[in-house]
């Protein structure tokens, strides 16, 4: 559809030419979850989308007391665009919070913190625009059941793509044909049996968008990726809340089930995020010098070192649920350990191999698609921030096969790792979070990990699971 410019006329001009029915307000939460309203297209006026609309902030979680639960949803009518899946003619416009007790963006708000990020960007005078590139996996699945009660506890998922399948009678037959645990990389059908699917959720992107490049079957059985181009800070934010929602929406539309989930399956790859960054000022990429290794700048390197200084306390954005350390494990594509490396996979950072001067970037491999992308993306950017002010050399480049050096050398070599629990990452961001400051506030950060501890450390560690029924129950 393009860009209005805060043009509130042309906006109108466009729903009158599309016969739009309704205009959906979506906002986002501390955990990343879409939140939306929907007006009578005939009930919005020129006002409404200048100075916005009211709602309960009390029914968000971890956000407003109920005695102070009126805020104000402020549009960004640049990010309208029609939703493709409606019955009806609607308009899906994405909004900021307005705190109206200290009339300024409400400080809990993800995507008012992102922008924030980005202004401390600017007036640091490091740079004028920082590029994200999210890479976001996705696991398909035919069939979803949970149970969690108090006498038992229970998930199964299934696909047709599972190995598990390989017995299942079908009607029709069982074809036999499965990429099986870690065979999924870039087989043509029938083994990917995902195609026809992919290339509805690149067209149905595309139609919200978002400039597609590719489409592929992951190393996983049922796992997907769309590769789509990357943007600023908060474009790159507002991209990833389509990207899972088309996904979703289009395999449920088919009588499937879209997951993001960092892992789903025991024993397989799991879904990363993995997040290409690079600073930019005057048109200029900041993180290229030619001949150097990779052609990374002393720039980008602190960035890198600021990144893994925090990473633990980082990581509390990035990989923000339990199952996230579920994925942070060697031998699966999730690198834990914090060093860079040149095209080596099982380095936490990544310089992508081949990159020109406008190309040069570095990539982000631990973070996952659980995260709130403002959140996650808005934290390695003031920590990368903070390593370029402070000068913080990274440790590496390392290219060797990480996931083949023993721990005890990890140890020996003092290469610092990612947290291995929630928990882990939540405790050091309670001992470090000066560097976020003053785009997190300290009401922010204490609120988020009582939220994040309360929510999902506690409820998870107080749980049996069937792993310890199998090895403790006749002990």
């Not at 088919?254 to 000022?281: A, E, R």
């Not at 096969?401 to 990612?418: F, H, S, T, V």
Request: include cysteine.
């Amino acid at each position: 559809m393009g860009k209005f410019v805060n043009n509130t006329e042309e906006f109108f001009k466009y729903c009158e030419e599309n016969e739009v029915q309704f205009v959906d307000f979506r906002f986002t939460d501390m955990k990343g979850m879409w939140h939306h309203i929907s007006y009578m297209m005939s009930a919005v006026t020129k006002d409404q989308l200048l100075f916005g609309m009211p709602f309960d902030g009390s029914s968000v979680d971890a956000w407003q007391p109920i005695n102070k639960s009126d805020m104000i949803l402020r549009p960004d009518v640049d990010t309208a665009f029609l939703d493709p899946f409606t019955a009806d003619s609607t308009i899906i416009v994405i909004c900021d919070v307005y705190d109206i007790y200290k009339g300024e963006m409400y400080e809990k708000c993800p995507r008012s913190i992102a922008k924030k990020a980005l202004t401390h960007l600017t007036e640091s005078g490091v740079g004028d625009v920082a590029y994200f590139g999210p890479e976001n996996e996705f696991f398909v699945f035919d069939d979803v059941k949970i149970i969690d009660n108090i006498n038992e506890s229970y998930y199964r998922v299934d696909s047709e793509e599972g190995a598990w399948s390989s017995s299942t009678d079908y009607e029709g037959g069982n074809m036999g044909h499965r990429p099986g645990t870690k065979g999924g990389y870039f087989p043509v059908q029938p083994t990917d049996s995902m195609v026809d699917l992919r290339a509805e959720m690149m067209l149905v992107l595309e139609q919200v968008g978002l400039e597609v490049i590719l489409g592929h079957h992951e190393v996983a059985q049922g796992q997907g990726e769309i590769g789509i181009v990357f943007g600023d800070l908060i474009e790159a934010a507002d991209n990833v809340q389509k990207y899972k929602y088309v996904c979703k929406m289009v395999a449920h539309l088919n009588g499937k089930s879209c997951t993001f989930m960092p892992k789903p399956l025991h024993g397989d790859n799991g879904n990363g995020m993995h997040v290409h960054q690079s600073i930019w000022k005057n048109g200029r990429n900041l993180f290229y010098k030619e001949g150097e290794y990779g052609n990374l700048s002393e720039m980008a390197r602190h960035y890198v070192g600021g990144i893994f200084r925090h990473a633990r306390a980082v990581a509390a954005f990035t990989n923000p649920t339990t199952n996230s350390y579920k994925r942070l494990v060697p031998g699966f594509e999730a690198p834990s350990i914090l060093t860079y490396s040149s095209q080596n996979r099982s380095a936490s950072c990544r310089v992508p191999y081949g990159a020109g001067e406008k190309a040069t970037r570095i990539e982000m491999r631990f973070p996952d698609s659980s995260s709130c992308p403002y959140l996650g993306f808005a934290a390695m950017l003031m920590a990368g921030l903070d390593g370029i002010a402070n000068k913080i050399e990274p440790i590496g480049p390392m290219d060797a096969d990480l996931y083949e050096m023993p721990l005890d050398e990890i140890r020996e070599k003092n290469i610092p790792q990612m947290p291995h629990t929630l928990r882990g990452s939540l405790e050091a961001l309670i001992r470090d979070n000066e560097f976020l400051q003053p785009v997190f506030t300290k009401d922010m950060v204490d609120t988020y990990q009582h939220y994040k501890f309360d929510s999902q450390v506690i409820p998870d560690e107080s749980r049996p699971t069937a792993f310890e029924f199998l090895t403790t129950y006749s002990c």
